[in-house]
């Protein structure tokens, strides 16, 4: 095990067409979060998961986003009729416990470009 | 409304002298804080972090600080290397378990 994947690292897309990102956690992690970050700013908090139940949804994620986590495994993030104000790095981390000395984990990210 | 603010973009200090990098919180109901180190097309990588129990957190060079009357915490660095030339983020949570983010400082070490 190597860390947290995601996939694809780079995306372009027409404004309008539909996005799915996936994210391969740690194995033993629990607990998977999405968050996003644009140029400057720090990562936003999207969406959590802790095993196959998404807990929380930020306010930012509006109706044509939608993430699921099917069996607790991987998880798949899918944008519909993209907007440019979407283009940004989507990270996916995963962690089993936060605190005593622990964070999470962040993949690489996917950078989604929408022209 | 930022809960967690980092007024320095940019920071450079010379190879071997102390960095300190700063972070100012509003929510006084974060209990845990981590600092986080960014390299360009990678996702941040964990580097540190203490309990609001703590006042002073110590791994090797990296050292963080909390000031919870002040809702102000810090990370030095000493010796400062070039290769801890990054993005420095850091990061609050709350009993949600979920990361709250500043919007970094690039640190920048000259040789």
């Known amino acids: 095990d190597t860390g947290v994947s995601q996939d694809p690292r780079h995306k372009i897309t027409k404004r309008g067409q539909n996005v799915t990102f996936r994210c391969d956690p740690i194995?033993?992690?629990?607990?998977l979060y999405w968050y996003r970050q644009t140029l400057g700013q720090g990562p936003e908090f999207l969406t959590y998961f802790q095993n196959e139940a998404q807990l929380e949804k930020s306010r930012l994620l509006s109706d044509r986003f939608s993430a699921e986590r099917p069996k607790g495994s991987f998880s798949t993030l899918e944008i519909q009729r993209t907007e440019q104000g979407d283009s940004a790095m989507y990270l996916c981390?995963?962690?089993?416990?936060?605190?005593?000395?622990?964070?999470?984990?962040f993949g690489s990210g996917t950078r989604l470009t929408v022209v | 409304d930022q809960q967690v603010k980092q007024n320095s973009p940019s920071l450079s200090v010379q190879e071997g002298r102390i960095s300190i990098l700063n972070c100012d919180y509003t929510?006084?109901?974060?209990?845990?804080f981590l600092w986080y180190k960014k390299y360009p097309a990678e996702g941040p990588t964990f580097l540190i972090s203490i309990s609001s129990i703590k006042d002073k957190n110590e791994d090797g060079r990296f050292t963080v600080f909390l000031n919870k009357s002040a809702k102000h915490l810090s990370l030095h660095i000493v010796p400062s290397q070039p290769g801890d030339s990054a993005v420095y983020f850091c990061a609050a949570a709350g009993s949600a378990r979920q990361l709250t983010f500043g919007s970094g400082t690039q640190l920048t070490v000259l040789p």
């Open positions: 981390a995963s962690s089993f416990l936060l605190g005593q000395g622990h964070g999470y984990t």
């Open positions: 929510n006084s109901m974060f209990d845990y």
């Open positions: 194995s033993e992690h629990n607990r």
